[in-house]
């Protein structure tokens, strides 16, 4: 039996609607507006704030619906420990979604278009910003993130958690220029939380690509 066969009863879909507006209005902003894009995002304290904010609730909002769903929260959000093992296919994971993201970076140029990736090295107290940026980006980013489109995403969605969670997680970057990258990157670590049962392996790997993007910009700068 696989963990998703044995696992806790599903989160009503209804939970997925206000995130999924939230998104769309989000996306409807950007392109209305034609905002600039941000430059050196792991140097700025504004962007930092907003991300560690958005992280917030995001991640609190996917406790909170498992919370008020009346169900096992951990249970069904996934935070649980993985099985032995669950670093190979989390590497599988990070390999895929790292080829994929250099194959059609240099076509659609999405880490430009996202502003986070520097594109030179840190000054003065940019160094102090870029230490925090660090854990805001590769720890508590993906947490949050994984907690809603690999955790409550998938205690709503059922059979077509992989693919549904993807789509929101792409819907939820708003940029053209990054939905192809960002959606083939969901299906992966939808895979790794399918495979797995467990939302960590997936908050593992996606921490380590945001590091491993943001340490290599850095480096070639």
Do not use: C
């Not at 989160?11 to 050196?40: H, K």
């Not at 959606?183 to 399918?194: D, E, H, K, P, V």
């Amino acid at each position: 039996m696989t963990p998703e066969a044995a696992g806790p009863r599903r989160i009503s879909p209804w939970w997925l609607l206000p995130p999924a507006l939230l998104f769309a209005l989000n996306m409807a902003t950007v392109l209305a507006t034609d905002q600039a894009t941000t430059e050196n995002g792991v140097y700025s304290g504004g962007y930092l704030a907003a991300a560690a904010l958005t992280a917030v609730i995001l991640g609190g909002y996917a406790l909170a619906a498992a919370r008020f769903s009346h169900v096992d929260v951990r249970a069904s959000l996934a935070v649980v420990p993985p099985p032995a093992g669950w670093w190979r296919p989390a590497g599988v994971a990070f390999a895929a979604i790292l080829i994929v993201n250099l194959a059609l970076d240099p076509v659609l140029h999405g880490d430009k278009a996202q502003g986070i990736t520097p594109d030179r090295p840190p000054h003065g107290s940019e160094w102090v910003i870029l230490a925090i940026s660090l854990v805001v980006l590769s720890v508590v980013v993906p947490a949050a993130e994984e907690l809603l489109f690999r955790g409550l995403a998938f205690a709503t969605l059922g059979r077509y958690a992989v693919v549904g969670s993807a789509a929101l997680f792409a819907f939820a970057h708003a940029l053209p220029e990054l939905l192809p990258v960002v959606f083939l990157s969901g299906l992966a670590l939808g895979a790794l939380r399918r495979r797995t049962g467990s939302v960590i392996p997936g908050m593992a790997a996606h921490g380590l690509l945001n590091l491993t993007g943001i340490l290599v910009a850095i480096a070639t700068s």
